[in-house]
């Protein structure tokens, strides 16, 4: 089993909706979680991080995370065709240099 | 916000030469910072952690004599290649975090090519 897992899609939404995007991991002492957007041949770039179960929003992307069912998802509402890039989840163990996992990435394609 | 450099964006080297990779971090202090590679339409790959003033220290399966990581301050970060061969031609990236153990931070990485 992989330790963090996503579909790697593609995932294909009409601009204007809502992407869903889904990632699970299997380390229950896992304490950090983020999402990172990463555009063809760039490096990523942090979206959002989430430590507390629950809802995080921040503009137009929420961060859900339900640590008794070790999953963590990001919504972008209002889907742009700017959006279109694989969304990557991380997890991280804290203590020690807190080594952070990476999922495979799932790819979104926004339809404009 | 925080901000990694890295040097170079792109390098073509000849086989069996070596390459140095500079990670910087640029209005923080970056006590922590990670070396991945990506290979085309797959995940990131973490190749070793690094924490200023002492050894790297290195996953599995990556060989410590053929990429040499230095974290000599607590702004800049090297991964030199050495010996490079085709097989490791790739997508180098560097990312670095500070003290209070935060998200980290990428550099834009370097897309290494060996001919």
């Known amino acids: 089993q992989k330790e963090v897992e996503q579909n790697s899609g593609p995932l294909s939404v009409p601009e204007g909706a809502i992407a869903s995007l889904n990632c699970t991991y299997s380390d229950r002492v896992s304490q950090s979680f983020f999402w990172y957007r990463q555009y063809s041949g760039k490096s990523p770039e942090l979206i959002m991080s989430?430590?507390?179960?629950g809802d995080k929003e921040d503009g137009r992307f929420t961060a859900q995370l339900n640590k008794a069912s070790q999953y963590v998802s990001l919504l972008i509402r209002d889907s742009q065709p700017s959006d279109s890039a694989t969304y990557l989840c991380?997890?991280?163990?804290?203590?020690?240099?807190?080594?952070?996992?990476f999922g495979t990435g799932t790819k979104l394609q926004v339809i404009p | 916000g925080a901000v990694v450099s890295q040097h170079p964006s792109r390098v073509i080297c000849k086989s069996g030469t070596s390459v140095k990779i500079e990670c910087r971090s640029l209005?923080?202090?970056?006590?922590?910072m990670f070396w991945y590679r990506q290979f085309p339409k797959q995940s990131l790959m973490l190749m070793a952690t690094?924490?200023?003033?002492?050894?790297?220290?290195?996953e599995q399966g990556v060989e410590k004599d053929k990429f040499l990581i230095n974290h000599a301050s607590l702004t800049l970060s090297t991964l030199t290649v050495t010996s490079a061969h085709p097989e490791d031609s790739s997508f180098y990236i560097c990312?670095?975090?500070?003290?209070?153990?935060?998200?980290?931070?990428f550099g834009s990485g370097t897309r290494l090519t060996v001919v």
């Open positions: 990312s670095a975090r500070d003290e209070r153990g935060t998200a980290s931070t």
């Open positions: 991380a997890v991280g163990v804290t203590g020690g240099y807190q080594k952070v996992t």
């Open positions: 690094s924490n200023e003033g002492s050894k790297a220290t290195y």
């Open positions: 209005d923080f202090q970056a006590t922590t």
């Open positions: 989430i430590y507390s179960n």
